[in-house]
């Protein structure tokens, strides 16, 4: 199938979605699909097995919490591009990443459906709000016509399913979202040392949490522990003001796939604190997969990747709560080891190689 992948979240960002993008991008190529991925322009080139073309400059809001990422563009230049790239490439398929983002993600199946009817058109969520607002279903009522313009639509959890049906009054075929097994995978340790070594994987801002590990870091205060934090975003000058005052804290930025394996692979134990808005949860299988313990919020999304054979749940906010779980597996080896296992059998559950036959389905339907 002659297949394109809209995103306007792409590597080099760190984001869930920009990952998700690469690796399905990167199966379907690897399953004998024309893969084309369109996006805006970061500022790199990439040189991938597929190829990437870029429509428009990048720019970026706060909102829900954290960074979100949209091509600034021309509406009548991103129209007249995107027709020719469709028909330059005969595409057959459009695959819509967040029908929900402005104004592009919104509006690309709404052009790709006036430029061909008979392109079919998917969409798969990839975000839940941190609480529903008054302005959000105001923003609910001019969204959800181009949302229909989606022949099908997809969400990677159940909890985003049941948001999306109850804002937009839509159904979504539910496919998680998968994990690259060839590369993240348990190998040995290369530091050894006596530090019970904490890992956090994310952007540092308010809806990930990073400051609720780092009062609960701050509770325990015990130099054997050291918390590595792997980020950036704009707690960073709160993550800089706890290292002033703990030296077992350290701070690494722009980590690159190859070397966050490495992260994983040295640590004790990863901590997801985040408040909320979470569609699924990546970075848990990211940890699943290289065999870590992992304690998490209770929250929509987590809940469903994590299971409590393989991870701890802490009370959502509650850096009392996340403190005593980290304590009790600091001093509890044989439940450390426990979750190592579960968590690496739970994580060939979302093997990209069985998730990119669940989106072949979709795609299928159409032929």
Known sequence: MR???FSESFLPLKTGVAKFTYDLCYHLKKRGHNVILITGDFGINYNFDFEVIKIGKISKIYANGSWTYFILENPILFY???KKILNDYKIEIFHNQGPLGPPYSVLSS?????????????GTFHSKQMKITFGLKLYSKFVKKFINYNDILTAPSKSTANEMKEIFNVNSIIIPNGINLDKFKANSKEIENNSFKILYVGRLDYRKGCDILLKAFEKI???KLELWIVG???Y????LEYMEKYKNIKLFENVEDEKLINFYNNCDICVFPTRGGEAFGIVLLEAFACGKPVIC????????VAKENCALFFKN???EDLAKKILLLYNDKSLREKLSKNAIQRAKNFDWNKIVLEFEKVYNYFT
């Not at 960073?236 to 993550?239: Q, T």
Request: proline share 2%; net charge positive.
């Open 3 to 5: 297949i394109a992948i």
């Open 80 to 82: 007249k591009n995107l």
């Open 110 to 122: 709404y052009f790709v459906k006036k430029i061909n009817k008979n392109i079919r058109t998917i």
């Open 221 to 223: 205060n015990n130099n």
């Open 232 to 234: 950036n975003g704009p």
């Open 236 to 239: 960073k000058r709160i993550v």
């Open 297 to 304: 919020s209770n929250i929509d999304g987590y809940n469903e």
């Open 317 to 319: 906010s509650d850096y």
